[in-house]
């Protein structure tokens, strides 16, 4: 029913005039006299030139579903050039009034109601429309994360439907989409910083990613195994920065102070610089943050108070280089260091711990893209690597001493070549290698230290091709990856040892089809497949599981999943509202689980797998400039389908992390309060039901609800002031299951703070 609503919406939209009309455009940088012939062409408008055209400098590039007015705007900025409709349809193109280009000045005021119909995605590696892509993604602008006071990926992840994670302290992340989450082998979501995939390092490791200037966060929900490789079963975050702005010099400083209720106090500073060294050819971006996190957790028997204090440092540089009008370079580096000595963001229920240890987490990530736009098509080239490390050191246990290194490599190749512009044939090809490595050491208590190494070496050739069917409204979608990883590893102690050499491969299919009853509505449905390698069994639950008289296997075999969905998307009264909803199911076969050997070991074993259906709905409407309303939701019943021997799980129980019933609401209010001078007041409530099972032992966590209110005033003159409150309802409840001690995830308590911004 919901389905059918939606494309009843869309299909009952009249048609706007000439000028508001969308279309598709791909028009490169260029002279203006052919930048107008290729709009022409792609919009289907004529126009009529007064003056020399030839005098006027090249134009930016173009592309993605406009606007037909929008478009041209963008073509003439800075031509000298104006346009008018005519009656008829025709476009006169004509000179301005002769003007001194203007001096430098502040960006507008950057809170500004979302054009719902021209998000812009790259979800299947090319540019279109968020509403024309027949998946389940949700892509959330620099704008919006600012707007809504997000201070990481997490948090971006929480306010998408179908999809949540938990922020762990200490540089660490769990993602959830789906359903599909698991505690063990390569991540199960796949996880980008721009082009850096990671993935295949044999543990679900989710860097946490600062949200200050980014470009955008995307959310593809279902299997992505077909463009985006192993790991992406339940789906594929990605984590985009700006791109260096190529005409002027901008700059951007932030400062804030918070403080916790019951715990201490945190800082922030943050800085952006666009520098332009070579008009319209060469420009450099680099940020720069520093936060010190307030802390809220005590010491339960020597009285230290907010020990879980955590200081965080970024920095990160991006350049681009035009050598041609077609060809474009894009280098990037982005370092991470966290430091969170006292632990993270585990307590009990008194928010207290007797025993944690400390975590220190460093990761650094670079990345080449190379980008030719050839005629109806772009060829792209990127070169990433990534290295992570976390050391963690304390007690595990109380008086049991814990010390432990994990240091991961990822470099990858990847070759894409897409179409560009509308065509009744659409495509992307490629093909990709993978290489990482991992090199784990640990010493528990007077258990041997054990050491371990694996490395995995992958391959892929991968196409999706889109074919619009006779009949314009159907389109149909085919997509396959062939993927194969060579995995070799060893586990030792001094004096045992076990060892992984096997090659795991997989073909990844994806089929779907979609029906546009209207320019702004989409219907589509979906079968896709999603796939991760096995890895390697520690020796140390080798040696200690036959001591308890439990077997455990040397190795895990790897998992798949196959999703089936249904759902559509529409745009309705004047643009102003849009709906989104799915319905899926999936069988996840194989998933790896733990087994309980000792209070701090555990195994590893491969179970029958799960069974996940579902549905998920976003809304957003927008009934002015000057008010807008966001509300999604998901149910996600996601159950083991076998008994697993020697431990919790029997069939039905929930997986691992995923919450049954999530949901979130905020509105947004916007008013201007004297000449260049408005005040935005923002709120939102997110809520999930109580996750049920823990890493091996334990009991069920507890329903979630929190609360938030951003209020800022915001100048034309560049700066503006906000404060706020993060956790209104102080939710203090086990954000994840707790463990038989009582320990799981908390949030931070009731938080304000305030923040001052300059902008040029």
């Not at 299909?11 to 508001?20: G, M, N, P």
């Not at 719902?116 to 027949?134: K, M, N, W």
């Not at 990847?414 to 659409?426: A, F, I």
Request: no cysteine; charged share 20%.
């Amino acid at each position: 029913m919901l389905l059918l609503a939606l494309a009843s919406f869309g299909a009952a939209t009249h048609a706007q005039d000439r000028s508001r009309q969308s279309s598709t455009f791909s028009i490169r940088a260029q002279s203006l006299e052919d930048a107008l012939i290729a709009f022409s062409e792609q919009s289907g408008i004529q126009f009529v030139a007064i003056g020399d055209l030839k005098t006027a400098p090249r134009t930016p590039s173009v592309r993605g579903r406009l606007a037909n007015e929008d478009a041209l705007r963008l073509l003439l900025a800075r031509s000298g050039f104006g346009y008018a409709f005519r009656a008829n349809g025709v476009v006169t193109i004509s000179p301005e009034a002769a003007a001194p280009r203007p001096a430098p000045s502040p960006p507008p005021i950057a809170h500004v109601p979302t054009e719902l119909a021209t998000v812009q995605v790259t979800a299947r590696r090319r540019v279109e429309r968020s509403i024309d892509v027949p998946l389940a993604v949700t892509a959330l602008d620099g704008d919006q994360l600012d707007a809504m006071g997000i201070d990481n990926a997490a948090q971006a992840i929480d306010s998408v439907p179908g999809a949540s994670s938990v922020d762990v302290g200490g540089g660490f992340t769990q993602v959830q989409i789906r359903g599909v989450s698991s505690s063990l082998g390569g991540n199960d979501n796949g996880y980008y910083l721009d082009e850096i995939p990671f993935t295949g390092v044999t543990v679900p490791w989710h860097p946490d990613a600062r949200a200050f200037d980014l470009d955008r966060v995307e959310v593809l929900r279902g299997p992505q195994g077909t463009l985006f490789g192993e790991g992406s079963m339940g789906g594929t975050v990605r984590i985009l920065t700006h791109k260096p702005e190529l005409d002027r010099v901008a700059l951007r400083a932030q400062a804030g102070w918070s403080t916790a209720s019951g715990g201490g106090t945190g800082w922030t500073a943050k800085l952006m610089l666009n520098l332009p060294l070579l008009e319209d050819r060469f420009a450099i971006r680099a940020v720069a943050t520093d936060e010190s996190l307030p802390g809220w957790v005590d010491h339960a028997t020597d009285g230290r108070r907010d020990i879980n204090t955590q200081h965080v440092r970024t920095r990160r540089v991006r350049a681009t280089l035009l050598p041609t009008a077609r060809w474009q370079l894009d280098a990037a580096h982005w370092s991470y260091d966290s430091s969170a000595p006292g632990g993270g963001y585990a307590a009990n229920d008194d928010m207290q711990v007797s025993y944690y240890y400390g975590r220190n987490a460093d990761w650094t990530t670079s990345n080449l893209v190379s980008t030719y736009e050839a005629e109806g098509s772009t060829l792209t080239y990127t070169y990433a690597e990534a290295d992570l490390t976390q050391h963690q050191q304390g007690e595990i246990l109380p008086q049991t001493a814990y010390d432990s290194m994990i240091d991961i490599d990822v470099r990858t190749h990847e070759l894409r070549w897409s179409s560009t512009g509308p065509r009744t044939v659409s495509w992307t090809w490629g093909a990709y290698h993978r290489q990482a490595r991992r090199f784990d050491a640990s010493a528990i208590g007077d258990v041997t230290p054990s050491r371990s190494r694996q490395e995995n070496e992958g391959g892929a050739l991968f196409g999706d091709l889109t074919v619009q069917l006779p009949h314009p409204a159907w389109s149909v979608n085919f997509g396959l990856r062939y993927f194969q990883d060579q995995v070799s590893g060893v586990s030792l102690t001094r004096n045992a040892q076990t060892s992984l050499d096997e090659r795991f491969h997989s073909w990844n299919p994806r089929l779907g089809v979609s029906w546009k009853p209207a320019d702004d509505t989409t219907v589509y449905a979906s079968l896709a497949k999603g796939f991760r390698s096995g890895q390697l069994q520690p020796i140390t639950s080798l040696l200690l599981a036959e001591q308890a008289g439990i077997t455990l296997p040397t190795r895990i075999d790897s998992d798949r999943i196959v999703t089936a969905e249904l759902g559509a998307k529409a745009l309705a009264y004047g643009s102003r509202l849009l709906l989104e909803g799915a319905v899926f199911q999936s069988r996840w076969r194989d998933v790896p689980v733990r087994v309980p050997v000792t209070d701090v070991f555990n195994g590893l074993v491969n179970s029958d797998g799960a069974e996940i259906r579902g549905a998920e709905m976003g809304l957003t409407y927008q009934p002015s400039d000057r008010l807008s309303f966001q509300l999604e939701s998901a149910w996600i019943d996601a159950t083991y389908t076998a008994d697993v021997e020697g431990t919790a799980i029997t069939r039905g129980t929930p997986v691992y992390n995923a919450p049954r019933l999530t949901w979130s609401a905020s509105g947004e209010y916007h008013r201007t309060l004297a000449r260049g001078m408005q005040g935005v007041a923002r709120a939102g409530l997110r809520y999930h039901s109580a996750r049920q099972v823990s890493l091996t032992q334990g009991s069920p966590g507890d329903d979630i609800l929190s609360a938030n209110v951003r209020v800022s005033l915001e100048t034309t003159a560049g700066w503006s002031i906000t404060m706020y409150g993060d956790n209104l309802t102080n939710e203090q409840g086990s954000d994840d299951a707790r463990t038989t001690r009582g320990l799981a995830t908390r949030l931070r308590p009731r938080t304000l703070g305030v923040e001052l911004e300059v902008r040029y």
